[in-house]
């Protein structure tokens, strides 16, 4: 089974994806992480994609579609979930082309759905919790980078309900909701 998490920053994606790792044993492949991960390593890529992702931008289509197939191409699995992937129409389509090269395809994608003003506070909540225990705090949770990520979702990622709508494959879920009643509801859409 082949999932997309899909909401905008601070909907919970990346927890409600640990929880059908664990669960279900489907590998979850978030750019983000993947991002952050080339970044701390000081790779070449890395050092073109830091500015743009403290900033609350998107990466290009490239890089990430690069990444993405990488994955797809190397990793064994009983199921992917797709995290912050795809962002754009572009990402979207090469998704489909991706999975489709492997035989496969998507099973669902799942909408989470949550209202600003809690995504806001979750975001700035994180990183306020982060810092109090000493933790580090991602460099794009703070309030400015924050909107410029909820502009980003706005105008380039949201068309993709429609898209996944039209293409029969959209599911939504109440994301607002505690983690344990979101956990639920995403398992029985599932089936
Ligand atoms: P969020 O918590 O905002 O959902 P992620 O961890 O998914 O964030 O991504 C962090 C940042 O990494 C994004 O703001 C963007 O700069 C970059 N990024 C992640 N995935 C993508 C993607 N699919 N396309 C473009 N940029 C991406």
């Known amino acids: 089974m082949n999932i997309i998490l899909l909401g905008p920053p601070g909907a919970g994606k990346g927890t409600q994806a640990r ?25 070449e890529m890395g050092r073109i994609v830091a500015d743009v992702m403290d900033r609350g931008g998107l990466v290009t289509d490239e890089i990430v579609i690069g990444l993405i197939r990488e994955q797809l191409e190397t990793v064994k699995a009983n199921g992917f979930i797709f ?17 489709a090269e492997k035989g496969e395809s998507l099973d669902a994608v799942i909408e989470l759905e949550v209202n600003d003003e809690v995504l806001v506070e979750r975001i700035v909540g994180r990183a306020a919790e982060a810092a109090a225990a000493g933790q580090p705090v991602r460099a794009d949770d703070n309030a400015e980078s924050m909107k410029v990520r909820l502009m980003e ?12 709508y ?10 607002l909701g505690e983690i344990a009643d979101v956990k639920a509801a995403i398992a029985a859409k599932l089936g």
Request: net charge positive.
């Open 166 to 175: 039209a293409k029969g494959q959209l599911t939504k879920v109440d994301g």
């Open 19 to 43: 929880f059908l790792v664990e669960e279900r044993g489907m590998v979850q492949l978030s750019t983000g992480d993947m991002l952050r991960a080339a970044k701390s390593s000081g790779s």
């Open 83 to 99: 995290d912050g992937f795809p962002r754009t129409l572009a990402q979207a389509d090469a998704l489909g082309d991706l999975l």
């Open 153 to 164: 979702y706005y105008k380039k990622t949201s068309p993709l309900i429609g898209y996944y």
